[in-house]
């Protein structure tokens, strides 16, 4: 079983609304309680309504999206997750950027 840890892009299945489709998408991990990790989706587009997070590709340490423009976190959207849910990882975060988010969420 593949470890993941907080700061660690991953994919997930998720749904950003409670009308919206559930969809592969990327996720940042910022919290691990046993078989379960706490993600806050990455959209490309900021939310309308609640606060995005800008992420670009300066903020990973390794890894990263396969787009080259900015992308967003949507903290509002934050949520709970099976670790066995998690199909791929994309990258990790530095240490300041999560720093810097984990205040946030």
Not at 21 to 47: F, M, N, Y
Not at 49 to 56: E, K, R, W
Not at 72 to 92: D, E, N, Q, T, Y
């Amino acid at each position: 079983m593949s470890r993941f840890m907080k700061g660690d892009v991953v994919l997930v299945s998720l749904r950003i609304a409670d009308s919206g489709q559930e969809k592969v998408r990327p996720a940042l991990v910022v919290g691990e309680e046993g078989d379960r990790l706490r993600v806050i989706p990455v959209s490309c587009t900021p939310s309308r309504d609640t606060p995005s997070v800008p992420l670009t590709p300066l903020d990973f340490s390794e890894g990263g999206l396969d787009i080259i423009r900015e992308s967003f976190l949507l903290p509002a959207h934050a949520a709970w997750v099976a670790r066995k849910s998690v199909v791929g990882k994309k990258g990790r975060v530095t240490p300041e950027f999560l720093s810097a988010v984990a205040g946030e969420s």
